[in-house]
């Protein structure tokens, strides 16, 4: 086999990102004929044209998008096994990146960054928030190291490690109802009660759409809107009530700022997972926080 030159998959991606090589070759200290001559010969070498190029800069092409894919997946992977061996010889390093349900940072990120940065102060922590779905499309990309998601569906290529049970809650603001905060409610008593809810096909909407048929009951739909910080400031300003899972109300129920009501009759208990994908490479630094998000939820009192 061809000894394999990296270097010019190197300038391509820069290239590319720059979007000019006039930015590339200063950010580089290359000068533009070699970086020009460069892309060129990768051109030849696969028979394709990799760039647009005009007067304002460069673009990719189609085969131009999937070399960048590929290209900055090996290189990538370089600077993990630089991580890697880093370690054998001392304390991990590198970056973990980590997806989030969304309000989740008071479960868990607060405590692993205290954590990790107590014990591996070489490893960057990078959270990224999203639901199950943005989740399922980073892990397959690449662009996760794990998540912490509800349900996940049963997929080959994922290993999925059972956290906890949460409970789905009804949510208001104090005082706005007649039940002490922290007790259960029936589900047949939400019929009167004006709900804040995200919009179908969420995954959320759906679970509690299915509760309400379980309960022969019709809920009272009064807003949509995406996004849980958004919900959650229409429940404060007294618009209406929603349902969330426990654990992501928690702070707020603790400080007396909303109320949390279990909800029974059904009883809608979402499971929480550790994911990670068997496609990539699991890193020490990776292994290491996962050891801590492990420890975290063992730990921590629901």
């Known amino acids: 086999m061809d000894k394999l030159d990296l270097r010019p998959f190197y300038l391509f991606v820069r290239v590319a990102e720059a979007g000019s090589f006039s930015k590339a070759a200063a950010m580089l200290s290359v000068g533009q004929p070699e970086l020009s001559r460069t892309i060129k010969d990768l051109e030849k070498r696969y028979d394709v044209q990799l760039l647009h190029r005009n007067g304002r800069g460069v673009s990719l092409t189609e085969a131009g998008e999937q070399l960048m894919g590929h290209a900055q997946g090996l290189l990538r992977n370089l600077m993990q096994v630089d991580h890697e061996l880093s370690a054998v010889r001392g304390a991990p390093s590198g970056n973990v990146t980590i997806g989030v349900p969304p309000l ?36 397959a990309k690449g662009s996760l190291d794990l998540a912490v998601m509800y349900n996940p569906p049963s997929i080959s290529t994922l290993l999925a490690e059972h956290l906890r049970d949460d409970r789905l809650c009804l949510v208001g603001v104090p005082g706005s109802l007649e039940f002490q905060p922290g007790s259960e409610i029936a589900f047949k008593t939400l019929t009167a009660l004006p709900l804040v809810m995200p919009p179908k096909p969420h995954r959320l909407r759906a679970a509690v759409d299915s509760a309400a048929k379980e309960a022969n009951v019709v809920l009272r739909i009064d807003v949509e809107a995406t996004g849980t910080a958004t919900i959650l400031d229409l429940v404060r300003g007294r618009i209406g009530y929603t349902i969330l899972p426990q654990s992501l109300v928690e702070e707020d129920a603790g400080n007396e700022r909303l109320h949390a009501w279990p909800l029974a009759d059904p009883k809608i208990t979402p499971r929480l997972f550790l994911v990670t994908s068997m496609q990539r490479p699991m890193t020490v630094a990776a292994k290491c926080a996962i050891h801590h998000v492990r420890k975290i939820f063992a730990v921590r009192p629901w």
């Open 104 to 139: 989740f940072g008071h479960v868990l990120n607060f405590d692993l960054i205290r954590r990790m940065h107590s014990e591996y102060p070489k490893v960057s922590l990078v959270f990224m928030e999203g639901f199950t779905t943005d989740f399922l499309e980073w892990l």
